[in-house]
């Protein structure tokens, strides 16, 4: 197994993907502030879509109030909007959302997806199908508050089921409903070794 895993990588900066609104539930709200308390505790600077609503601006107001830098990556046409928290000293405005997603994988060590919408849908698939084919190589958490994300989980094992996602790359996505177990799990994962992304393709 030693042979082929890759040491444990540095964290420095970690992607959040979460909703631009709080939701229903206040757990929602209060996961995301934990989630970013415990990355600050660890030095760990946080990555986010730059919004000043929802659990973006909870995320990033509570990296900024415990020491650490949020670094917003936004849309123009958001950005226009005036929608960026302006307390960030770091923005970065793309024009598209590919090239949004690119500045995201650019600059982070890991990724962590919280409650969301269609938005954080697309980042978490984007970036487990940039490592399923090898363009990068990097952990991704989920976080499944109170069961969010229950039904998309049983989806992906079913797709697993039926042969339409490999069991190594399920396997490569980081589950909990525990802000401090996801935390952990995501900072202490040992990545394949680049050459061996073949494998999450089950082909």
């Not at 197994?1 to 990588?9: A, D, G, M, Q, V």
Request: include cysteine; hydrophobic fraction near 40%.
């Amino acid at each position: 197994l030693l042979s082929i895993l890759k040491p444990r990588l540095n964290m420095e900066n970690i992607s959040i993907f979460c909703g631009a609104h709080e939701g229903k539930n206040p757990r929602y709200a209060e996961d995301a502030k934990k989630i970013a308390e415990i990355l600050a505790s660890k030095g760990i600077n946080i990555v986010f879509g730059g919004g000043n609503v929802g659990l973006m601006k909870i995320v990033s107001d509570t990296a900024l109030d415990n020491g650490v830098q949020a670094k917003g990556i936004s849309l123009e046409s958001l950005h226009k909007l005036e929608l960026a928290n302006p307390r960030l000293q770091e923005i970065i405005i793309t024009k598209t959302l590919l090239d949004r997603k690119d500045e995201f994988m650019k600059r982070s060590d890991a990724f962590i997806v919280l409650s969301g919408g269609v938005g954080s849908l697309d980042e978490l698939a984007e970036i487990m199908a940039n490592n399923q084919l090898g363009l990068i190589n990097k952990p991704v958490g989920l976080l499944n508050t109170e069961g969010y994300y229950d039904h998309l989980i049983a989806w992906m094992k079913k797709a697993v089921e039926e042969g339409f996602i490999s069991e190594a790359n399920f396997n490569d996505l980081i589950i909990s409903d525990s802000c401090e177990e996801l935390i952990e799990k995501v900072i202490n994962h040992e990545r394949p070794h680049d050459n061996d992304w073949t494998n999450r393709l089950g082909i």
